[in-house]
């Protein structure tokens, strides 16, 4: 699979120009390679019988569009071309246009009044950076008034490359071929909806050129994922010994699908430190974690859990705090405790509400893994929803530039983990994990792949991957139930090793 990397505005126009005037390679060499690669992509999409109507603006994207016109002109035989005036055209375009007339390709430079079943948009690529008005405007305004199929080359023209805000006006595509990378713009704000449905191809230029940008955004996909092997000669002990702290009398069950996830994923041991009031009831549960109990007060733990958790944590190489807990005191100075420990620590839930208290101890040594969704991430770094929302690319990255032991699984429709300004964005976005319980899974998971994987950025990686492809279930999405996703594990660490 192309290696799928995202890139702000300016960092994908640097490489484009790398690639060029550093590896020499033609931009008439790239521009055909972006023809012939979304060429493709019509064709999957658009029958012979129908008609095209390609608009190209007075740029390089215009000479995209007039290289796919040249391609597509064999097969189509009902094809029109919108160009600008000659003295607008790059000298890419003007290049391209000449070959279009000696080929007899029907075009003008205005828009037809015949409306057409499909339009193709080259007007304003990845380089635009000011409102759209006049001409353009009143263009594009007219082709989405026509309802008919738009397919966007690179980007929907005039949304923002990085923010994905509508400049002016934008266009409204049903499908969007992204030249290269991906365009962050094509993720956020108003440019998710504008995009329509989104491919990526290959044009030719060199990966090394993405893979030395300073901090990298990648779509996390399979050949990123690396579940670890199971050595035959492995003991319990090989595969990490997790201390979960968590559970109160109104929620004792987030602590046993937490329990139950970490081991369907391989955990080696589980204890489950709990409230003495909810001991019983995950005795009956399950057998297989081993029970330490503290004293409750009011169905949460007593303060007197701060001495156990000081007694018995150096007898584990992992500590997960916060499913099913309360925010209180207590939780807050448990959580105190997890994070003066050298010990590998996973916070979920409440542990997140409480970690904002101490934010200066997530600067430990140690490997630390937080899954916050939108809310939580909110509440732990005081930042608005509205703000992580508009681009939770540079919120992620940032957290984990500041905190750089720390691993963040930043939770939302899609799932960005981020790593010493390294970001993934897993794009797998599924109702049926809207339920609650499902946070609780994915901890368990990340405990057992934390102490599977030596590289912690890697366990967070396979986590939210292997509970992604967990949830892929041929049921009703109104109808999952936590231990479908749980019991479905098995199978999908099965098919992921293979």
């Known amino acids: 699979m ?178 290269d990378c991906y365009k962050q713009g094509q993720w956020l704000n108003d440019g998710k909806s504008h995009c329509g449905k989104l491919y990526l191809v290959d044009i030719g230029i060199p990966q090394i050129l993405h893979q030395k940008c300073m901090d990298i955004i990648k779509v996390l996909n399979i050949e990123d994922i690396h579940i670890p092997d199971r050595p035959l000669t492995a003991h319990k002990s090989t595969f990490g010994k997790a201390l979960m702290i968590g559970g109160s009398q109104n929620m004792h069950g987030a602590i046993h699908m937490a329990s139950l996830s970490a081991y369907k994923s391989g955990i080696g041991t589980l204890t489950l430190m709990v409230p003495e009031c909810i001991s019983n009831i995950l005795a009956i549960k399950s057998d297989f974690y081993m029970l330490l109990q503290c004293s409750d007060r009011n169905g949460t733990f007593s303060s007197k859990a701060i001495e156990v958790l000081k007694q018995n944590m150096n007898n584990y190489s992992i500590l997960s705090i916060g499913n099913g807990m309360q925010k209180n005191n207590v939780t807050i100075s448990l959580v105190e405790q997890v994070l003066k420990s050298d010990k590998k620590v996973v916070l979920d839930a409440d542990a997140l509400w409480a970690a904002q208290k101490n934010m200066d101890l997530l600067k430990r040594n140690e490997t630390t893994i937080l899954t916050p969704h939108i809310k939580e991430m909110s509440d732990l770094t005081g930042i608005n929803i509205t703000t992580i929302l508009s681009n939770p690319f540079e919120i992620a990255r940032d957290f984990s530039k500041e905190y750089p032991s720390c691993v963040l699984i930043l939770k939302s429709s899609q799932t960005y983990i981020a790593h010493q300004g390294n970001v993934y964005v897993l794009d797998a976005q599924n109702a049926g994990l809207a339920k609650g319980g499902s946070g609780d ?48 594990i098995p199978n999908t660490l099965k098919r992921l090793r293979s």
Do not use: W
């Open 441 to 488: 899974i994915l901890c368990g998971i990340v405990v057992a792949m934390l102490g599977q994987c030596k590289d912690p950025m890697q366990a967070a990686l396979c986590a939210t991957y292997l509970h992604s492809q967990s949830a892929k279930l041929d049921i009703d999405l109104a109808s999952f139930m936590p231990e479908d996703i749980i019991n479905n």
């Open 2 to 179: 192309y290696p799928a990397y995202i890139h702000t505005q300016a960092t994908a126009r640097n490489i484009d120009h790398a690639a060029i005037e550093t590896y020499r390679i033609p931009s008439l060499i790239l521009m055909e390679h972006a023809a012939i690669e979304s060429t493709k992509i019509i064709e999957k999409h658009i029958t012979i019988d129908k008609s095209i109507c390609i608009l190209c603006g007075p740029g390089n994207n215009g000479a995209d569009g007039l290289a796919i016109a040249r391609l597509l002109q064999t097969k189509y035989s009902k094809l029109f071309v919108v160009v600008p005036e000659v003295k607008n055209m790059s000298e890419e375009e003007k290049i391209q246009f000449q070959m279009i007339q000696n080929l007899n390709i029907e075009y003008d430079y205005n828009l037809p009044n015949e409306t057409y079943e499909v339009y193709i948009d080259c007007i304003f690529g990845n380089g635009l950076s000011r409102d759209i008005t006049g001409f353009y405007k009143a263009m594009i305004q007219n082709v989405n008034a026509t309802h008919s199929t738009i397919i966007s080359i690179d980007m929907p023209s005039g949304i923002d490359a990085t923010m994905g805000n509508i400049l002016g006006c934008a266009i409204h595509a049903d499908y969007t071929i992204s030249l």
